[in-house]
């Protein structure tokens, strides 16, 4: 915020903010005034998932309080005439492998909780497993299949996400 302070009415761009999304919902409202554009991910639904890969299982209840506060400072995405984004929050979700059930839960959850029309989905399937532990994580080893993301992509459109969807092929 400091810095931000030291360049406020200069920035002819949109600030953004970019985060795991496991932080308090009172620091993220400490950031009003200051972030234009919130880019947050929220990982994972279940907390033995978020247990077991991060060590985190209160995650799913901490990503989504921090990503209420952030539509209560950016209710609405804003673009300009050339479909660049100004204000706002886009949700990103990394579909893990054999986790297409936690993803899908992750966007029933936040389709309950706002109006998925005036946030920006970034739906993503390039999780890579080159620095996965085998022995200790072996259904992690693998890609994403193409019918574990076309399976949770396809519950986005349905529910009527709107946003970046990673093409397959």
Not at 8 to 30: D, Q
């Amino acid at each position: 915020r400091e810095a931000l302070d030291l360049v406020r009415g200069k920035l002819k761009i949109p600030v953004v903010y970019n985060t795991g999304g496991y932080e308090s919902a009172e620091e993220i409202r400490k950031m009003a005034g200051y972030v234009d554009v919130f880019l947050t991910d929220i990982k994972y639904f279940s907390p033995e998932l978020s247990g077991k890969y991060s060590k985190a299982p209160d995650y799913y209840e901490n990503a989504i309080s921090a990503f209420k506060a952030m539509l209560e400072i950016a209710p609405e995405c804003v673009f300009d005439g050339d479909g660049i984004i100004k204000k706002g929050v886009i949700l990103r979700h990394l579909i893990l492998p054999s986790c297409r059930k936690d993803s899908i839960k992750i966007l029933e959850s936040v389709a309950e909780i706002c109006d998925i029309s005036k946030i920006r989905l970034s739906l993503m399937s390039q999780y890579t497993p080159d620095f996965v532990d085998k022995d200790a994580y072996p259904e992690l080893k693998r890609r994403v299949t193409s019918f574990e993301y076309q399976s949770v992509l396809s519950v986005a459109e349905t529910l009527g996400f709107e946003g970046y969807f990673q093409g397959r092929g």
